[in-house]
């Protein structure tokens, strides 16, 4: 079992910048491949960036250059840093949690909300 939890959401202005954090418990954090995922009023959630437990990144295509995945091991943590926010960026995000084990391990945050207006 896996718990996340996620923080740093908030308002910004265009242009702006936030980093969001997700902190896990729980099992070894590092065998998991985690992702950033956003969901806008009336859309479907779509994956932002995902980081694999070896370090790949992958990025969706609307974020690359601006938004960066990382992961600390040692702290349990995965965060999303985003840079030149637009209002289209406005959702609520959230970290998810895959392990293939045997059978797939799949455990998701609450969400954080990102507001980009101004």
């Known amino acids: 079992q896996v718990q996340l939890v996620e923080s740093g959401g908030g308002s910004v202005q265009p242009g702006g910048s936030l980093r969001l954090s997700c902190a896990a418990s729980?099992?070894?954090?590092?065998?998991?491949?985690m992702g950033w995922y956003r969901q806008a009023p009336g859309k479907q959630r779509e994956l932002v960036a995902s980081i694999f437990s070896g370090g790949t990144t992958n990025y969706a295509d609307s974020v690359k250059g601006r938004f960066t995945i990382s992961r600390d091991n040692a702290e349990n943590t995965v965060y999303l840093q985003m840079n030149s926010l637009k209002p289209e960026d406005t959702a609520a995000y959230f970290c998810?949690?895959?392990?293939?084990?045997?059978?797939?391990?799949?455990?998701w945050g609450q969400g954080t909300q990102v507001t980009v207006a101004s």
């Open positions: 729980g099992n070894i954090f590092s065998n998991y491949d």
């Open positions: 998810n949690a895959k392990r293939y084990w045997g059978r797939l391990y799949d455990y």
